[in-house]
């Protein structure tokens, strides 16, 4: 019997779905194809087409070795199709078919549901892509310049992932979604992408960072809650999908703190004791830390907007169908049904944030954004606020409350400080520039935006990394710039 976690690597496509033995499939996935070339061309990366980049590609899907390292043209990448192994006699873990063989084929009832949710997940992936994609021209060295475009080619093939989905599955609309995917952009006044942070720009490499700490954090959450799935081909793309954004977060988590190290290290030899003395940090050409926090500040409460209103029925519908769970859903010890359980919630009452137990059907957005929470928090504490604390600095980067700068649920109409205060419309107005970049904080960052391009060498700002990319040594060519 042939291995069924084998990768077809002989045609167009990589694939381990079998594609060959499919001529319907192939010839739509194919007709698909030129126009994600050219959307690659048009909306990718800026420049570096031609270059030969050291890129990571998968090659396979068990856990040991699945990746292969080597120098691509980014437009030559590999983008497969790739699931993770199938789980045999697979059930549905939660929800009213608890208990029943997870669905290999479209469940009729829930079709509209599930093909939203595929192409919400799918939107998010090419609208990361477009937005970080003048970003190569500033890049601090060649390390990171190559960590932007794997983290690039990486979500572009999730793409595929979701695209292969709703043609594998969804006739077509989903032959007509997957060209949407394509026609949609970041920041489109016509025609933007679906979730409101996937249209905010990302105009600078500390936007980058924060943006795969914070942002591609929402991913794996969701990842997660959708590899719970009872569709069982998207469980199993999820479940892959999951391997790949791992290293995404940490470009994020890595990135804010060598920036951090960097600063803690010029602020020490210039014998400068507080870190709120903005001016005479940012002398030094690094970026001081309060501009670090009013980013995180911004890129937190955007994503926090990711995760839906607190109370949601489209939440509670997902999860009772079946097709989304919780996070670490198979882990939990309860029913997985819900049906009698509640769960804390923080509420707008009487103009006071309070905390009331609503039912936890309803508030599986809440689950998925307080499991979120947790999990940057720890980030932040074992990383970022290790290194100020190591270089003896008296200070640390916190999370914002959740009712601090929101655009979408509970307190999208209020304002409140990082605190949770809820302010007035002119407090707000008076006093957001303590809580968010200004223009002039977003000057100076850009005025640290020169590209460093010699092989080892890195830009002022931020310090080289503990480790090469697949252990290669601190001067390795990881982007070939000269032809
Ligand atoms: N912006 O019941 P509600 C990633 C809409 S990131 C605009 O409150 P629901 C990645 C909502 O669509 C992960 N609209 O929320 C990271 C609904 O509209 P309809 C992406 C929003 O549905 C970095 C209405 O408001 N994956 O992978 O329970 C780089 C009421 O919705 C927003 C997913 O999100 C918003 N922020 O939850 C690359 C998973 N929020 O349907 C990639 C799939 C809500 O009434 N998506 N709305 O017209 C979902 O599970 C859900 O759609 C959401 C929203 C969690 C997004």
Redesign the pocket.
């Known amino acids: 019997m042939s291995d069924p976690t084998a990768v077809d690597y002989d045609g167009m496509i990589p694939n381990n779905v079998g594609l060959n033995a499919d001529p319907r499939l192939r010839r739509a996935l194919e007709r698909w194809h030129p126009g994600y070339l050219d959307w690659w061309r048009d909306r990718g990366p800026e420049g570096f087409q031609e270059n030969l980049v050291y890129l990571r590609t998968a090659v396979g899907v068990d856990s040991e070795g699945w990746a292969k390292f080597g120098f691509v043209r980014m437009p030559e990448y590999r983008w497969g199709i790739l699931l993770a192994p199938a789980v045999e006699d697979r059930k549905i873990g939660f929800g009213a078919h608890k208990g029943e063989p997870a669905w290999q084929e479209v469940p009729g009832e829930y079709r509209a549901m599930l093909r ?3 192409v ?2 799918g ?3 090419p ?3 477009e937005q970080q994609r003048h970003l190569g021209h500033t890049a601090p060295s060649l390390y990171d310049l190559r960590n932007l475009f794997q ?1 690039n080619v990486e ?1 572009a093939r ?1 793409l595929w992932a979701m695209v292969y989905l709703l043609q594998k599955y969804f006739g077509r609309d989903g032959r007509e979604e997957a060209e949407e995917l394509l026609s949609r952009c970041s920041g489109d006044r016509d025609s933007p992408r ?5 249209n905010e720009a990302t105009p600078d490499w500390l936007s980058f960072f924060m ?2 700490f914070f ?9 997660h ?2 590899s719970q799935s009872g569709f069982d081909p998207l469980s199993r793309t999820c479940r892959f ?1 999951l391997t790949e ?1 791992a290293h ?1 977060m940490f470009v994020g988590q890595s990135g804010v703190g060598r920036i951090i190290e960097r600063t803690c290290a010029a602020m020490r030899a210039a014998g400068i004791d507080d870190p709120t003395d903005i001016e005479r940090v940012r002398a030094l050409g690094v970026v001081d830390l309060p501009t670090m926090q009013k980013k995180a500040n911004l890129h937190f409460s955007l ?1 926090l ?12 519908n ?1 999860f009772n169908a079946g097709l ?1 769970g919780r996070y670490l859903e198979d882990q939990i010890g309860d029913d997985h049904l819900l049906v009698d359980d509640t769960y804390p919630v923080l509420r707008l009452k009487s103009g006071h944030i309070v905390a009331e137990r609503v039912p936890a059907l309803s508030a ?2 809440m689950r ?1 954004r307080d499991d979120y929470i947790a999990d940057a928090e720890s980030g932040i504490e074992r990383w970022w606020n290790r290194i100020i604390a190591r270089a003896g600095f008296d200070y640390r980067i916190r999370l914002p409350h959740v009712a601090f700068n929101r ?3 509970e307190f999208a109409a209020i304002h409140a400080d990082p605190d949770g205060n809820l302010l007035s419309a002119e407090e707000w107005q008076r006093r957001h520039d303590q809580f968010l970049p200004t223009t002039a904080d977003n000057r100076f960052i850009e005025s640290l935006m020169r590209p460093v391009t010699e092989p080892g060498g890195f830009a002022s700002w931020i310090a080289p990394p503990r480790a090469g990319i697949d252990g290669q040594p601190g001067n390795f060519e990881y982007v070939k710039l000269a032809r």
């Open positions: 939203r949710l595929i919400v997940q939107d998010t992936e609208a990361s892509v983290v979500e999730h679906l979730l409101g942070a996937f943006f795969t942002t591609d954090r929402d991913g794996k959450m969701q990842l809650a959708l999908m954004e995404h994503t907007d990711l995760f839906g209103s607190e109370i949601s029925t489209n939440a509670a997902a989304k599986l957005n998925l655009r979408i649920g």
